[in-house]
């Protein structure tokens, strides 16, 4: 993995491994639905916690709300709880997490191509 140069010595390595700009990238979006759910609030300006839930099929309620925690904290997603009954929880992007749409839209190119190579090899392997 690259490694940001540091020039004060005195960062232990352990330290420079954490706060490499790649490892805190990977922190952020590590986490089975992490990319997915950062796909779906990037085509949606907002999405109340139940339709994202029918959205991700096979994800519990615990994981969700574990994963939208985390990427609240990494403020890549802000939550807007409303206060009438019953509860209505909204998510969205912040402005950290519109800046990593780019980044999606290259993995969906790069997963894209990817996923063409393996047809073809598929494909191949069954003439």
């Not at 916690?49 to 029918?54: D, G, P, R």
């Amino acid at each position: 993995m690259a490694r940001f140069s540091y020039k004060d010595a005195s960062i232990s390595e352990e330290i420079q491994q954490e706060i490499c700009p790649l490892t805190v990238t990977q922190n952020a979006i590590a986490g089975r639905w992490k990319i997915v759910i950062l796909w779906h609030l990037s085509q949606n300006e907002m999405i109340r916690f139940n339709e994202l839930l029918k959205m991700l099929p096979g994800i519990s309620k615990g994981i969700l709300t574990r994963q939208l925690r985390e990427l609240e904290v990494d403020e890549l997603v802000h939550r807007e709880v409303y206060k009438v009954v019953p509860p209505k929880v909204e998510y969205s992007l912040t402005e950290l997490g519109q800046k990593f749409i780019p980044v999606l839209e290259a993995m969906q190119v790069w997963g894209k191509d990817l996923l063409n190579k393996k047809i073809e090899m598929y494909e191949k392997l069954e003439d």
